[in-house]
C-alpha cells in the first residue's frame, strides 16, 4: 500500500468519490471494470458487461471538476464537514433486446436522458468517517425527478481515498420516475399481454452499498463494488418486476497519472 503525501490529500478521503489530481492541477485516469448485474431495473435475468473506465480532471483549491465518461462534475468542500456536487448526465437507455427470454417484448424502448444531479453531504467528524446526505436527480417529464437519503461510514483512518467505504439508502421517485422503469401503458398492455400499471410518486427502495479501493503502485488502483436494493410494494406490484430487488457486483483496475 502507498500513501499520499500531505500536499497531494485529494478533495475527500471516501473511496466512492476518487481525486486523481494529486492534489491539484490535472488528473487522468484510465482503466476496464466488468459488472454483473440485473438485465434491467426489475430484471430476473443477469448478465456481465464490460465498461471501459475514462476520467478527466482538474484542481484548484477546494473545487474538483471532472469528466468522467457521460457525466460532467463540480465536487466542492466550503467547509471542512461539508461536500457538495452538481453534475450534469445521462440515465441509461432500456431496449427491448436487454431480455433475452422476451420479458420486455411488446414495451416501448427507453431513451437517454438528459438529468441534472445535486447532491449535499455534512460528516460527523473531519476525518469523514460518518456522514449524511441527499441526492436529487431531476430531468424531463420522460425522467421525472428521483431521490436519495443515505448514511455512511468510511472504514480505517487512510486520507488517500484507500480503503472501504458503506452506506445504506434509500430512494424516492416521483410518478414520471417511476413508470419510466415499472409502468405499463394501454398500448403497451395491449400489445405485451401484460397488465396495465400506473404508479404513483412515493417510496421506491431501501439499499446498502459497499465500495473498496485498493492502490497497487502509486499509478494503479483496484475497485470493487457490491450493491443491493430492495424495492417498495408499489414496484414488486408491477408485471416488470419479476425481482423483489436489484443487485450489481463490480471490479475495475484503474490507471491514473
Known sequence: ????AEDEAPLFPLPFTPDFTRGGGWGFALGAGIEFENAYAGSDEYGFEVDP?????????????????????WTTRPADQWYFQVDLGFDGEREESDSDDGRLNGLEELDDEFTGTAEVR????????????TRVSVGDEDFGALGFVFVGHRFGDRQDYGGTE???????????NLNRDFGISMSESA?????????????????????????????????????????????????????????????????NF
Open 1 to 4: 500500500m502507498t500513501d499520499q
Open 53 to 73: 473506465v475514462l476520467a478527466v480532471q482538474w484542481r484548484t483549491g477546494n473545487h474538483l471538476f471532472s469528466w468522467e465518461g457521460l457525466e460532467l462534475s
Open 122 to 133: 455534512y460528516a460527523f467528524d473531519p476525518e469523514w468517517r460518518n456522514y449524511v446526505g
Open 166 to 176: 458503506a452506506f445504506l439508502f434509500a430512494t424516492f421517485a416521483d410518478s414520471n
Open 191 to 255: 400489445m405485451s399481454g401484460l397488465a396495465q400499471t400506473d404508479l404513483g410518486g412515493g417510496y421506491r427502495s431501501a439499499g446498502v452499498r459497499l465500495v473498496d479501493r485498493r492502490f497497487v503502485t502509486d499509478y494503479m488502483q483496484v475497485v470493487s463494488g457490491f450493491e443491493f436494493q430492495y424495492f417498495g410494494n408499489n414496484v414488486q406490484d408491477s408485471p416488470i418486476a419479476r425481482e423483489d430487488f436489484a443487485l450489481e457486483v463490480e471490479l475495475a483496475l484503474v490507471f
